[in-house]
């Protein structure tokens, strides 16, 4: 487990990430090519950084990054990379939401949410779902028809309704747990993709 934790930490230190959390988002994007060049992209609970920073290169100098935390993230740039918009907002406020609608529409939403961890399982799970499903409203306002959608969720009881709170939305979903996240973690990832618009 240790050796895991290290393995993708000095990775991440290595290649310049702020966190190692930015290969959840690479395995996905290696796997589904979610993300393609030129595309908007929003990122929901973006801090410090990281999921950002990836997406930012994958979309290219002609793409846009939007990223949203109640902490403020540094402004990064990389050769051939798009520009990252940070808003330090609160994803529930609906000054944010006016803001985001007010813009054009994304081709992708992802969300590296999570509640503050209390121990209590079924707690955190709750926090959790509460996250996505803000997430997933968000996407449901932003995303452009054919858009995608990559979402942190905790498992719990209610993650199979959350499951198909996304099927309804998308055409296609999958359950990913990548290999960067811990084996005993209850994180995994719920990627739609194909939003219907059905508007």
Not at 5 to 10: A, E, I, L, V
Not at 77 to 82: G, I, M, R
Not at 107 to 123: E, I, Q, R, W
Not at 165 to 193: D, H, Q, W
Request: charge should be positive.
């Amino acid at each position: 487990m240790k050796k895991v934790q290290d393995y993708y930490f000095k990775k991440a230190k290595k290649e310049k990430y702020p966190a190692r959390s930015v290969y959840k988002l690479e395995e996905a994007q290696n796997k589904f090519h979610f993300m393609k060049k030129n595309n908007r992209v929003l990122d929901l609970g973006c801090h410090p950084g990281s999921w950002a920073i990836y997406a930012a290169k994958i979309v290219g100098s002609q793409g846009l990054v939007v990223g949203v935390d109640l902490h403020k993230s540094k402004n990064v740039a990389f050769a051939n990379s798009a520009g990252i918009e940070f808003l330090k907002a609160d994803i529930f406020s609906p000054d944010l939401v006016d803001v985001i609608t007010g813009k054009p529409q994304f081709a992708v939403v992802v969300s590296d949410l999570a509640p503050k961890t209390t121990g209590h399982k079924f707690s955190d799970h709750l926090k959790s779902i509460e996250l996505s499903r803000q997430a997933l409203y968000i996407a449901s306002l932003v995303l452009s028809s054919g858009g995608h959608f990559y979402c942190k969720v905790f498992q719990g009881e209610d993650f199979p309704v959350f499951v198909s709170e996304v099927r309804n939305l998308f055409k296609k979903v999958k359950v990913v747990k990548p290999k960067s996240s811990r084996t005993e973690s209850r994180e995994v990832f719920v990627l739609g993709l194909e939003y219907k618009d059905n508007s």
